[in-house]
């Protein structure tokens, strides 16, 4: 496992940015596969976006296609999530989450929560109209 903790999130106004950071404690970063995933009040936990461990594999759900993107960079253990034209509807505790032994496969079987084994304390994103 490792150990993962979220920054950048505030209060946006609708049609801003942010960009989310997660950094990463732990040998096992590099290899590992990582997701972000989201929680809005009174609702499930999303999917919002995965990653390989190379980085040149993506996947992002529907609703935050071409306005959030996934990327890391394994010399710092660090992923992000840029965040563009934001909606109020992307209010939510955002989560990052490993996968340290990942299985080989495609990328789907990631946007499901249960497929990850470490978790942060999530960041705190809230968009204003």
């Known amino acids: 496992q490792v150990q993962l903790v979220e920054s950048g999130g505030g209060l946006v106004q609708a049609g801003d940015s942010l960009k989310l950071s997660c950094a990463a404690s732990?040998?096992?970063?590099?290899?590992?596969?990582m997701g972000w995933f989201r929680q809005a009040p009174g609702k499930e936990r999303e999917f919002v976006a995965v990653?390989?461990?190379?980085?040149?594999?993506?996947a992002h759900a529907d609703s935050v296609k071409g306005r959030f993107t996934i990327s890391r960079d394994n010399a710092k253990n660090a992923v992000y999530m840029q965040a563009n034209s934001l909606r109020t509807e992307d209010t939510a505790v955002y989560y990052c989450?490993?996968?340290?032994?990942?299985?080989?496969?495609?990328?789907?079987?990631?946007?499901?929560?249960?497929?990850?084994?470490?978790w942060g304390q999530g960041t705190k994103v809230t968009v204003s109209s």
């Open positions: 990653i390989n461990w190379s980085g040149d594999n993506t």
């Open positions: 989450a490993a996968r340290t032994t990942p299985l080989r496969g495609s990328l789907e079987y990631y946007t499901a929560a249960h497929a990850y084994d470490s």
């Open positions: 732990g040998r096992t970063f590099s290899s590992a596969v």
